[in-house]
């Protein structure tokens, strides 16, 4: 919708009706206005699945892989079709705005957030973030780059004031988001951190560069509960305030703008915005039909299966042990306590819930398909960690059906409402009641083992639990956290201990009151009694020489990785470093998979002969991974993030402000791949990293003599496949140059483009440079400049491996501050979806 067709509608609202558009009506919908045709809008967490509005186990979605694992898969077009599936999933759940993708940086491994993040890279997290964004886009559903900037940690997030020098700002943490506004994306949201002192919500880079230097046009949307002041939001380039109906901007905004305290043209500006964007999904007035791309049913699981193997990155192959041979095999035991339970998602406002999950175990077992003996061993005790009641663990007392029975009650104790729920965790039930005074978990528990077992209820306020009528656990949990995921999504758990008879059924009741401003979230848990740990490992590694393969399937838990928190260790928990060694030991011939979002310290992986990485794949985690097991699919991921192999050779690790509220990034531009290679220090597997199941060489790179600043142009590198089957090969292209006058990285990455072929064939990847890339940002100027001379280009297959390269003369000139560099029309007609 045209300009001259929403001005005329922003004449028809007074004041009142203005300011009301600009807070949410309710947790996910803004409000409507009838006067002009605006229904409301509903927006839905992202980026994994689609969630909608309601927080309810019942209502599933399909569950991609992370974005770690989607950007891994360096292919664009795979995560255009998986944009497309997003925005299928968005309209079936009634959804408008879609928040994803998330463009932050992977600045430290540390990060509790790193698994919804790209890449430490900010062209490969451009690149995949605009491909992602399309793909939502053309489904008619608006993609939302968020969180706009430099919200890279999880500590203190709602207050850290991150400092950063502004080449910095602008040639690393800006630059995904200046990709996504130049490929279109319709909205944006504001993080909950300052920068140089100024909350995201007031900051001016709101206005210079997103709104006025970038051009954007659409709404800036806060993080939920980022609006937390009046004058200073409202005076920004801040738009939307959500959640609501309550809010600083709902509580005073029409007053200071009757007071003169706020301009009217600054909210005429953010309620355009808004109608604007309605017009874009189809909510302002009455929108045509329009034709949009559907994945139809039966294709979206195996585009999901697909993007497992795409995002699958084989970090070891030794003695080219994958892909195993079926036809060879008469037995694989498959050990470690991931094989049965996968995490398929990170934890926190991210999560979805499946209708189903593939894990390895299923995955491999259907594969072979009888061909072969499969064992599947824990190789460690039970977690301590209580985990929410499952179909599997509990019935619903009123009903007999698996589940729980969940209640709401007055202050009597009185039932006001009653649901039968599929899992102890409930985020939130599925009504609001008027008088609702506490919330109730019942269940009928029979246990498989006796002993002490370990029961939690998770949840703010007064709480009780009691086991076969006994009370176990009562007390006062007062809200320690103003963090909305902490409050309202993954509240602590409190526990208490019972003894359990095995088979002998009991009522468990969890209760605990709902005090304003101590959300809803309530989690029923329970662990078992600890086993043998010797005993049990004992086991494992038995089946593991017994067998003629073992795959071990270790990874973080939601307690090491997850929302709202940093990590404190890179190691993974539980005692599965010990775990590898001893099946490793007990079998030659023993796969690693790594399901972590993020980078995990591997202090064994030179012993293993084949190391794969599946990050969070997703719900079809199985299938994806048996395909590459079996050599059905290729792995064809690639690092997005160097990983180290202990956490001590980390360069930059610090997530935690100083004392004052400040987080420093003293390393500047050199994050990632840049900090190891200034460092010295040599990782255990380098950003770009990662095995097919073939043979590369790197023949030849040719590339212009000279180029003139802010053109763009062309790199070809041509390569044989040297291997015995067809492989798909990720060239990647670095730009480096020594004695340079200005602050720059060792090497960086500048383009990249993915061949396939056929054995003995060689095939030519033409990498397409953007006329910024050669450029820096300069603090003086405050704009993009070229420095004449020599650079090196640098050619191969990941940031530490590259055999070829070549010498290119720039010819400099100075960009205008604050534009497009590449304004020309490249071969495509379109903007480049990179400006560095």
């Known amino acids: 919708m045209r300009d001259e067709e929403i001005d005329p509608l922003l004449e028809k609202l007074d004041l009142a009706q203005k300011v009301r558009l600009l807070t949410g009506a309710s947790t996910w919908r803004t409000h409507a206005e009838p006067a002009v045709g605006l229904r409301a809008l509903t927006l839905s967490d992202g980026p994994a699945g689609v969630r909608g509005e309601t927080w309810d186990e019942r209502e599933t979605s399909l569950v991609l892989p992370s974005p770690t694992a989607l950007a891994a898969s360096w292919d664009e077009h795979l995560l255009t079709d998986l944009g497309v599936l997003l925005a299928s999933e968005a309209r079936r759940k009634g959804v408008d705005v879609l928040l994803a993708p998330t463009l932050n940086l992977h600045r430290s491994p540390l990060g509790g957030r790193h698994f919804e993040c790209f890449s430490e890279d900010p062209l490969l997290t451009a690149r995949t973030g605009v491909a992602l964004v399309k793909g939502i886009q053309s489904g008619g559903v608006a993609a939302t780059a968020k969180h706009f900037v430099a919200n890279d940690a999880e500590t203190d997030r709602l207050t850290v004031d991150v400092r950063m020098d502004e080449q910095t700002l602008h040639e690393l943490y800006l630059a995904p988001f200046e990709a996504a506004v130049a490929a279109g994306v319709q909205a944006v949201m504001s993080a909950y951190n300052k920068v140089d002192g100024v909350t995201m919500s007031a900051s001016p880079l709101l206005e210079q560069p997103l709104k006025e230097g970038w051009a954007f046009e659409g709404p800036v949307v806060s993080d939920w509960g980022g609006v937390r002041t009046l004058l200073d939001t409202a005076r920004s380039a801040q738009d939307l305030a959500m959640p609501g109906p309550d809010g600083p901007w709902a509580q005073g905004l029409l007053t200071a703008l009757e007071r003169g305290l706020v301009s009217p043209a600054a909210v005429d500006d953010k309620v355009r915005r808004l109608l604007r ?348 991974l048996a395909d590459v097991l079996f050599g059905r699919a290729e792995p064809g991921g690639r690092l997005p993030t160097t990983w180290g192999a202990a956490q001590d050779d980390v360069p930059v690790l610090g997530t935690a402000p100083a004392p004052d509220g400040r987080l420093h990034y003293e390393e500047g531009l050199h994050i990632g791949y840049a900090a190891w290679l200034r460092s010295g220090a040599v990782p255990a597997y380098w950003f770009g990293h990662g095995l097919g199941y073939t043979s590369w060489e790197y023949e030849d790179l040719t590339a212009p003599a000279t180029v003139r600043a802010g053109e763009a142009f062309d790199v070809r590198v041509r390569v044989r496949n040297s291997g015995r089957r067809h492989g798909r090969e990720v060239v990647q292209l670095y730009l480096a140059r020594k004695g340079s006058a200005v602050e720059r990285p060792a090497r960086r990455l500048i383009g990249y483009a993915a061949v396939g072929a056929e054995p003995g064939e060689s095939a030519v990847a033409v990498i397409r440079v953007p006329g910024r890339a050669l450029a820096h940002w300069s603090a003086i100027r405050h704009g993009w400049e070229t420095e004449a001379g020599d650079f090196a280009l640098l050619g191969g297959r990941s940031a530490g491996d590259l055999p070829l390269g070549t010498t290119l003369t720039a010819v400099a000139s100075r960009h205008p501050a604050g534009t497009d560099a590449d304004s020309g029309p490249e071969r495509t007609g379109e903007r480049s979806p990179l400006m560095l």
């Open 277 to 624: 964007l309605a017009g874009q999904v189809g909510a302002l007035g009455s929108p045509r039909p329009v034709r949009r791309p559907v994945i139809a049913p039966g294709a979206q699981r195996a585009l999901l299966r697909r993007a497992v193997a795409a995002g699958s990155v084989l970090l070891r192959n030794d003695g080219d042990l994958l892909p195993l041979d079926r036809a060879g095999l008469r037995s694989v035991a498959v050990i470690g306590p991931h094989a049965a339970a996968v995490r398929i998602q990170g934890g926190g406002s991210a999560e979805v819930f499946p209708e189903a999950v593939v894990t390895p175990l299923a995955g491999i077992e259907a594969a072979l398909d009888g061909s072969a003996k499969v064992t599947h061993h824990r190789g460690l005790p039970p977690s301590a960690r209580p985990l929410p009641l499952t179909l599997d663990r509990s019935r619903d007392p009123r009903t007999g059906a698996p589940g729980v029975l969940v209640r709401l009650l007055d202050a009597d104790g009185g039932e006001l409402h009653a649901e039968h729920r599929l899992s102890g965790r409930i985020v939130e039930p599925s009504v609001v009641v008027d008088g609702a005074a506490a919330v109730e978990i019942r269940a009928l528990v029979r246990p498989d083992v006796g002993g002490v077992w370990t029961w939690a209820v998770g949840g703010w306020g007064v709480i009780s639990l009691s086991v076969g009528g006994e009370v176990v656990l009562s007390g006062t949990f007062p809200v320690d956290s103003d963090d909305p995921t902490r409050v309202h999504v993954a509240p602590p758990l409190h526990r208490a201990q019972a003894e359990l008879v095995a088979g002998e059924e009991v009522e468990v009741v969890a209760r605990r009151s709902l005090a304003p401003g101590s959300g809803v979230a309530t989690v029923l848990a329970a662990a078992p009694p600890a086993g043998d740990a010797s005993s049990v490992l004992a086991e494992a590694v038995a089946a593991a020489r017994a067998a003629d393969v073992a795959v071990v399937v270790v990874g973080t838990t939601e307690e090491s990785e997850s929302e709202g928190h940093d990590r404190e260790s890179l190691d993974l928990p539980d005692g599965q470093n010990a775990l590898v060694r001893a099946v490793a030991r007990a079998n030659p011939r023993t796969v690693v998979v790594v399901n972590s979002g993020g980078p995990v310290a591997l202090p064994w992986h030179a012993r293993v002969p084949a190391l794969l990485l599946t990050w969070f794949p997703g719900q079809e985690a199985g299938g994806g």
